[in-house]
């Protein structure tokens, strides 16, 4: 590492026995600097996240973006992606398809697994997917909510909004938050606030901010990717041209009204209608899926799918992940690999509240009335629609496929499958924690099942495969964010020892008399001239007076230094402390720089997805609060025993923390 010339220069030694060990703990500090690696004589100068003049704002520019094709698809199965049924090694795991631990989880205990549809089972490719739900959100924006048809011309770069961010809904600002809920960035439309401006928001003013609904909004899912890149548009054009807006609208209205569009592309079928259409356009192909339900249920575990989606999305989205059928040749084959499918069930509702359970015809997708999923027989057959209306249905393992149903409770879906959850009381503890769902949303899928009912948990974070990868390729960065903090902070102490000086510091509980503050240059004389005192006499001298008072002891005694010994050592002192200023600012800076490039390679504006800065995000601290497991595709299941006993790593507090490993990663 090169520092600047000022700090290069060596330090003169004091003449004064006294000041050996401070002048030894400089000169070790030098060598140390000046000793030190390049830091950044490898790293690439990374693009920023701002476009060039004349591009749309809000879109990653290409060949200029830093931004990765991520989510991947599932990886296919390959000889160097072996199954943990295939006759191979699978000791060297690439860990992209690795399973980490939260909390741990010895799946002989679980009777039955539980699937999310979307985003879990589904993974949707969000170049074409996401920019479909933009361009519709727009249609109904237009059409149906009365805004302008320029925001139809409005380009959508789905790669600028990440997961885990959160959207303030009153000041039309996006938040990245850490997980003492300190906001580190901050963008209001596609403009970056300053720290300044962040901390006069979120930190300085009186409010005490949740950052949780209704005046924010949290980007938790894939799913909204779409709608939090369209509010940001319109933000920015409120602020620019507020007169082409529908009169009245404030920025929680424009949210509303987005929020309002996208509910209506699911609802009025356009979305679902254009995947049908063609479903490999839209969701990545996961060949691995058949053999993970082969072998759990060779495992003797039950199986369910769980879903928000209705009986005909979801049968248009199974089939095609586990049957490859489309269109006419659809069939319900792919039933035959679950227990229990329930469509429909409004997730996370579905774990508090009890609702009506429907059974579904799946010929015909018409529901029928059941009793908490029992069948309920009519009085009369005339009053039947159709003789295959019948509502006395076959049991499921008879049928040889799972039943289906829209809507219910938690309790009618235990009841089915033979489970209880911890939140359901049992006299044996074998009874409980008997279901692992597996799903993408933290708060629909994740926080709720485990908080309210005892389900064990996994979340998907498709992004995590691309975090990974950039991870293990540049290991070594850790290490010397980890050196040059080190670094600053032996310099912060070595500094603040100088500008203390050498002698002892008043007890606070001692009362002080009131003198005029000493500037560092007096401080530096003081403690210089007190050098020579023995340490009883410096004490009492420091406990009845200021420093002037010991010096005049010292004189008295016989044993100051002539004036022009202390314009020497002040001089010397005044040198070794800019050296050492020079030397901690120059590794600030390198540290800062470090940093940000850092987490450039992950995202151009918001950096790495589990990160702020050094601290975990808040979106990580969710991840490792309420999911017990968690992997970046549902396929990684195909790489671990289905009895695999899952154990959580050692927790460390600060005083535990072992330097040599690595916090990103570990």
């Known amino acids: 590492m090169r520092l600047p010339l000022q700090a290069q220069r060596p330090l003169k030694a004091a003449p004064a ?56 698809g599932p990886p296919p199965p390959s000889e ?16 992209r398809q690795n399973i980490f631990c939260n909390r741990s989880l010895n799946m002989r205990s679980i009777k ?11 993974q949707y490719k969000p170049e074409t997917f996401e920019k479909l739900a933009h361009d519709l959100t727009v ?16 380009k959508f770069d789905w790669r600028y909004m990440v997961r885990g961010l959160t959207i303030d809904k009153q000041r039309g600002n996006i938040l990245k938050i850490d997980r003492h809920k300190y906001v580190k960035i901050a963008y209001h439309g596609f403009r970056e606030l300053s720290r300044a401006e962040r901390r006069a928001i979120y930190s300085d003013s009186n409010l005490q901010f949740e950052f949780d609904e209704p005046d924010f909004a949290m980007i938790d899912t894939l799913f909204s990717l779409a709608e939090a890149h369209l509010f ?32 209506l592309c699911h609802r009025d079928g356009s979305l679902k209608q254009a995947v049908a259409k063609d479903p490999a356009k839209y969701i990545h192909e996961d060949s691995r899926l058949i053999g993970i339900m082969d072998m759990y249920r060779a495992a003797g575990k039950k199986l369910f799918v769980a879903t928000n989606s209705l009986w005909d999305y979801t049968h248009v989205v199974m089939n095609f992940l586990l049957t490859g059928r489309v269109g006419s040749d659809r069939n319900e084959d792919w039933l035959e690999y679950f227990d229990v499918v329930i469509t429909g069930c409004g997730k996370p509702a579905f774990f508090n509240s009890r609702k009506p359970m429907f059974e579904v015809q799946t010929s015909s997708g018409m529901l029928r009335n059941t009793d908490s999923g029992n069948p309920m027989v009519p009085i009369g057959d005339q009053d039947l629609p159709s003789p295959d209306f019948s509502s006395t249905a076959q049991p499921m393992a008879e049928a040889g496929q799972a039943a289906v149903y829209q ?9 089915m499958l033979g489970v209880q959850s911890g939140s359901e009381v049992h006299t044996s503890p074998s009874f409980r924690l008997q279901v692992l769902y597996v799903g993408d949303h933290i708060y629909g899928d994740i926080l709720r099942s485990k908080k309210t009912l005892g ?18 390729q540049h290991q070594g960065v850790m290490d010397e964010l980890r050196s040059l903090r080190e670094a600053r902070d032996a310099l912060d102490d070595q500094i603040q020892r100088m500008q203390w000086g050498l002698g002892p510091c008043p007890s606070p509980s001692t009362p002080q008399p009131e003198t005029p503050m000493a500037s560092p240059q007096e401080a530096i004389v003081d403690a210089i001239s007190m050098r020579d005192i023995p340490q009883a006499e410096r004490h009492s001298a420091s406990s009845n007076g200021t420093a002037t008072a010991s010096y005049d002891a010292a004189s008295s005694s016989g044993s100051s230094m002539d004036q022009e010994e202390d314009d020497e050592e002040l001089v010397q002192y005044q040198e070794a402390l800019h050296n050492l200023e020079q030397q901690r600012d120059a590794i600030r800076q390198q540290h800062r720089q470090l940093l940000h490039e850092h ?33 970046s595709h549902v396929s990684n299941l195909a790489f671990y025993s289905p009895d695999k006993s899952y154990r959580g790593r050692m927790d460390h507090m600060a005083h535990e923390e072992n330097p040599a490993l690595d916090p990103f990663i570990r």
């Open 455 to 472: 389900w064990r948990t996994m979340l998907v974070v498709p992004e995590l495969a691309t975090e990974l990868d950039i991870l293990q």
């Open 80 to 95: 160097e992606l072996p199954g943990w049924e295939d006759r191979a090694c699978v000791s060297n795991l690439d860990v």
């Open 17 to 72: 026995e006294s000041h050996c060990r401070m002048h030894c703990q400089v000169g070790r500090l030098s060598r140390l600097f000046v000793s030190a690696p390049r830091f950044t004589s490898y790293l690439p100068r990374l693009a920023v996240a701002a476009a060039p003049a004349g591009a749309e704002r809000g879109v990653c520019s290409q060949g200029q973006s830093t931004v990765l094709a991520f989510p991947p």
């Open 407 to 415: 809507g219910g409770f938690y309790m009618d879906l235990h009841r």
């Open 112 to 122: 039955a697994v539980g699937f999310d549809m979307d985003y879990t089972l589904s």
């Open 232 to 263: 940001m548009q319109l933000v920015e054009l409120q602020d620019s041209q507020p007169d082409l807006l529908p009169p009245g609208k404030t920025r929680p209205d424009l949210y509303r009204d987005v929020r309002a569009a996208v509910d």
């Open 599 to 631: 987490h450039q390679r992950f995202h151009a504006v918001w950096g790495q997805l589990l990160k702020t800065g050094y601290q975990n995000s808040r979106f990580a601290h969710q991840v490792e609060r309420f999911a017990c497991l968690y992997t």
């Open 139 to 154: 249609e109904k924006l237009v059409g149906v909510f009365g805004y302008p048809e320029i925001i139809a011309t409005w």
